[in-house]
């Protein structure tokens, strides 16, 4: 029992540390077409987000869930939980910061965290729920 807890707690630990990596590849990549193209805000934005993804999901599938889970069905369920998160989220940091005064670093630091612990729970339950620590060992 006392193992599976410390196993589970280093998944914790990695997902973060990887998540914290994606944010920075998000942001870098944001600042880059900002600066460097004449995209809008928003394909600067959606451009750093994919690549932060798929930056995430690849290291979280291989090294931290050790997943041999089917790559296109767990791709297509990650895309999924965006394609809710993305709109939700992006209202409600809308209406923290336009209707509820908050300043956007709090509303963005609160959606970060949010999406942190969200994320985790659905890669861990429905993504790879099944199939972790099926990967071959090399």
């Known amino acids: ?10 998944r914790v630990v990695k997902f973060t540390l990887f998540s914290a990596s994606a944010g920075l590849i998000e942001a870098g ?6 600066t460097v193209t004449r995209l809008p805000s928003w394909a600067c934005y959606l ?9 995430n999901f690849t290291l979280n599938r291989k090294f931290t869930f050790q997943s041999a889970a089917n790559i296109p069905i767990a791709m297509l369920k990650v895309a999924a939980y965006y394609a ?3 709109p939700l989220s992006t209202l409600a940091v809308k209406y923290l910061t336009e209707t509820a005064g908050w300043s956007p670093v709090f509303a963005d630091g609160l959606n970060m965290l949010c999406n942190l612990v969200t994320e985790f ?18």
């Not at 029992?1 to 280093?10: A, Q, S, T, V």
């Not at 451009?47 to 930056?55: I, K, Q, R, Y």
Request: cysteine-free.
């Open 47 to 55: 451009t750093g987000l994919v690549l932060s993804v798929l930056w």
């Open 1 to 10: 029992m006392e193992n599976n807890r410390k196993k589970e707690l280093w």
């Open 84 to 86: 809710v998160f993305t």
């Open 121 to 138: 729970l659905y890669q861990r339950f429905v993504v790879f729920g099944k199939s972790i620590d099926t990967a071959e060992r090399k």
């Open 29 to 34: 990549t944001i600042a880059l077409l900002e």
